[in-house]
C-alpha cells in the first residue's frame, strides 16, 4: 500500500542488525503518511521499536494510536496520529511526552 518498491527503512534496520549486531534498532518516521509497511513487518517483533507520527485519516488510513505491537512486539510501535495540519509543534511534542520517556522506560537512551 506504501509508496515504495523497497522498505529502506526495513532494510536498513535488519542490516543493522546482522551486519552490526545491533541488538535493537528504532525507526523513527515524521511525515504526512503513516508508514504502514514498516509496522506491519515489525509488529510482533521486539527487537525493533517502531515510532510514528502522521496526519490521520490520510492515506492509507492506518496508525492508530491503540495499535501497539502483537504477540513479543506488544509496547514496541508508538503511533501518533495527528489532524491535519498538524506540525513541528505536535511532532516535537509527541517525541518529547511520549518517545524520550519510553526509550527511558526500557532502560537504555539508545535502541
Known amino acids: 500500500m506504501g509508496f515504495c518498491f523497497f ?12 551486519r552490526h549486531g545491533l541488538g535493537r534498532v528504532l525507526i523513527v518516521d515524521w511525515d504526512v503518511h503513516h508508514g504502514n509497511g ?11 521499536f517502531y ?5 490521520w485519516p490520510l492515506y492509507p488510513g492506518t496508525g492508530r494510536a491503540d495499535e501497539t505491537g ?17 506540525g513541528r509543534e505536535e511532532v516535537l511534542g509527541a517525541v518529547e511526552a511520549s518517545l524520550a520517556p519510553a526509550a527511558e522506560r ?6
Open 7 to 18: 522498505n529502506n527503512a526495513a532494510l536498513a534496520a535488519r542490516y543493522a542488525q546482522r
Open 38 to 48: 514498516t509496522e506491519d513487518i515489525f509488529y510482533r517483533d521486539p527487537t525493533v
Open 51 to 55: 515510532f510514528s507520527t502522521h496526519q
Open 70 to 86: 502483537e504477540g513479543a512486539g506488544v509496547g514496541t510501535t508508538m503511533n501518533f496520529p495527528f489532524p491535519a495540519g498538524s
Open 106 to 111: 526500557s532502560g537504555r537512551t539508545c535502541w
